[in-house]
């Protein structure tokens, strides 16, 4: 019934974008960490969407819900500082800090709320969409 | 008798479960707004609806009987009453999406409230039949 399964499709779009910002939002705390549990600088993540395709609907194989194929660490080199006076600092004085790109974090935290919001917005219409087919007749 | 409401009601039936159909469709456009090489995808509710009617004319999941194990299954297609179209995108982005937010929210607003027009004819049509037989 396509009605219900647009709770499923909306509901999957809710949990991928708040996996987005769970991603951005470490990436953001940890815009400074200079050594994880490895002694290795922090490295900024990014969630990769997919379409989950639904199963036994029509149109199943080609209409769908989101779901995060994966989670990939950025490509991008870590950011040599100059900073003689840290302990992690290397021979030359300069230390390695996290590939974390602040503003494109920040933009994404904010693309990633505006279309969780676009989602319960669907998910709403679709409840009452449903409320008033329940009552048909009445 | 029965055969007769339904058939009043058949009109408004297929229209509604059209018009959830595109719902889902839509709603799957906003979900996947973010992700990267989705193409948007729509129908065209005029020719959903006329091949929908057409539809009840033909006969549904007709099989050949099959009597002996060396018979090939024989089986009439039946076709989805839309078949879906690609919108084309007015701003194209980098990753190969081409969802327009804008566009897919004024379409899934307007397809629910067609919807909800579909209901409320209906609705009042079923209270006018209702109001037939209390007479």
């Not at chain 1, 647009?6 to 200079?34: H, K």
């Not at chain 1, 209409?63 to 290397?90: L, W």
């Not at chain 1, 409840?127 to 087919?133: Q, V």
């Amino acid at each position: 019934m396509p009605l219900t399964s647009i709770f499923q499709i909306a509901g999957s779009a809710l949990t991928a974008q708040s996996q987005r910002m769970n991603v951005s939002a470490s990436n953001m705390a940890n815009a400074d960490s200079v050594a994880g549990p490895d002694g290795q600088p922090y490295r900024a993540r990014q969630v990769v969407f997919r379409v989950s395709p639904g199963d036994g609907r029509p149109y199943g194989g080609v209409v769908g819900g989101v779901q995060v194929a994966g989670v990939v660490d950025a490509p991008s080199p870590p950011r040599m500082t100059y900073d003689p006076a840290s302990p992690m600092a290397d021979e030359r004085g300069y230390v390695a800090m996290p590939n974390v790109d602040v503003v494109a974090e920040t933009v994404n935290m904010i693309s990633a709320s505006r279309s969780y919001q676009a989602n319960v917005e669907v998910l709403n219409t679709a409840k009452s969409l449903m409320l008033k087919t329940l009552s048909l007749g009445q | 008798m029965t055969d007769r409401i339904s058939d009043a009601f058949r009109f408004d039936q297929q229209a509604l479960a059209l018009r959830a159909q595109r719902q889902e469709v839509l709603s799957s456009n906003i979900a996947n707004a973010d992700t990267p090489g989705y193409k948007s995808r729509d129908f065209d509710f005029r020719d959903a609806m006329a091949n929908a009617l057409d539809a009840r004319m033909r006969l549904p999941e007709t099989r050949l009987a099959l009597t002996s194990a060396r018979h090939i299954p024989g089986r009439a297609a039946v076709a989805q009453p839309a078949d879906l179209l690609y919108r084309q995108p007015l701003q194209p982005s980098l990753d190969g999406n081409t969802v327009d937010m804008d566009v897919e929210r004024v379409e899934f607003a307007d397809n629910a409230m067609r919807y909800q027009t579909g209901l409320t004819v209906l609705s009042g049509r079923i209270k006018s039949l209702l109001s037939a037989m209390q007479q």
